[in-house]
C-alpha cells in the first residue's frame, strides 16, 4: 500500500491532476487482468499487489508490459525447475488432471493449494516479476 500511494503522489506531482488517472488505471489494469489467475489459485494477491504498485508508479502501458514479460520468465523458470527436479511427468499428469476435472465438473476449479509446500510445481512468482520489470526497463 505505501508503493501504491508513492506512486499516485509522485505522478501527481509530474504530471497534475491527470498523474491519478495514470496512477489509477496502472493499478486498476493487473486487478483486472489478473483476477482470473487469482480466483484460480495459480497467482497470489501479494502478486498483484505488486502489479499494482509497478502500476501505480509506471502506468499502465509499463505494467501491462511487466506482466507479459513476467509471464514469458515464469514460465522459463518453471521449464528450469521442472528438468531440475526431474518431474516433467508428474506436473503434466497433474495438468491433465485438473483440466479434466474442470471439464467433467463443467467449471473452472481451484488449480492448486498454496498451503501445500510440497507438491513440486511451486515457486515464488516475485522473481518472475523482477525479470520482467527489467526486461521492461530495458525495452521501454
Known amino acids: 500500500m505505501p508503493f501504491i500511494l508513492l506512486g499516485i503522489i509522485t505522478n501527481c506531482f509530474i504530471y497534475g491532476g491527470r498523474g491519478i488517472l495514470i496512477s489509477l488505471l496502472g493499478i486498476m489494469a493487473p486487478v483486472l487482468i489478473l483476477f ?15 502489479f499494482s504498485a509497478i502500476g501505480a508508479t509506471m502506468g499502465v502501458r509499463f505494467v501491462l508490459s511487466a506482466i507479459a514479460f513476467s509471464f514469458m520468465a515464469g514460465g522459463v523458470m518453471a521449464l ?15 495438468l491433465f488432471n485438473y483440466l479434466k476435472c474442470c471439464f467433467l465438473a463443467n467449471s473452472l476449479l481451484p488449480y492448486t493449494d498454496f498451503e501445500e509446500k510440497n ?22
Do not use: E
Open 36 to 50: 482470473v489467475f487469482y480466483a484460480l489459485r495459480m497467482l497470489g494477491a501479494g502478486d498483484i499487489k505488486l
Open 119 to 140: 507438491d513440486g510445481g511451486k515457486f515464488h512468482f516475485t522473481y518472475a516479476i523482477s525479470c520482467g520489470v527489467i526486461m521492461s526497463l530495458i525495452c521501454l
Open 80 to 94: 528450469i525447475i521442472l528438468s531440475i527436479n526431474r518431474n516433467w511427468k508428474n506436473r503434466i499428469l497433474y
